[in-house]
């Protein structure tokens, strides 16, 4: 049964899942070849939803009251149908990883840097990894190949094939 890992469906997916969460956050990823190669395709069809539709956001106006209780004209933006559809699409696909406290960082400077993300991951896929793959796709002309696998040799103990799994 190549390509199954030798598991049940639902630990199959949750071991997918995880690791290509792991993957967006860090950016690489050591685990066993036979998981990497499963891995690479999951990962590069979420990349490319999020290329396809990072730039659909729709602008709103909105009338707010400040203190005093005078109207005040503001600006917001939220996702359009497709980024939202494809949002939400990716969101099934990963774990929701948060933003982890420093060492000695202090909790208001935590709470500072975090401010009002509530999904860290999809804000990090959308705003840093989608853009640069779509440049990319457009310097070069070609959309995938977004992964990229280093075999690193046998694991002590079972000598299980290892390998690293990084975006490119």
Request: positive net charge; hydrophobic residues 35%.
């Amino acid at each position: 049964m190549p390509g199954k890992m030798g598991r049940p469906t639902k630990e199959r997916l949750a071991i997918l899942r995880n690791q290509a969460s792991q993957l967006l956050w860090y950016g690489k990823i050591e685990t066993t070849l036979a998981r990497a190669k499963e891995l690479q395709p999951y990962v590069e069809k979420l990349i490319t939803k999020a290329v396809n539709s990072y730039e659909d956001v729709v602008e709103i106006e909105v009338i707010a009251k400040d203190k005093k209780g005078k109207a005040i004209k503001t600006k917001n933006y939220k996702d359009g149908p497709k980024k939202l559809a494809a949002r939400r699409a990716i969101m099934a696909k990963t774990y929701d990883l948060q933003e982890i406290k420093e060492f000695n960082e202090k909790k208001s400077d935590y709470k500072k840097r975090v401010g009002k993300v509530q999904h860290p991951l999809m804000e990090k896929l959308f705003n840093e990894i989608a853009p640069k793959y779509a440049q990319r796709k457009e310097e070069l002309g070609q959309g995938g190949g977004y992964t990229r696998i280093y075999l690193l040799g046998e694991r002590r103990g079972d000598a299980a094939e290892t390998a690293i799994i990084e975006l490119v």
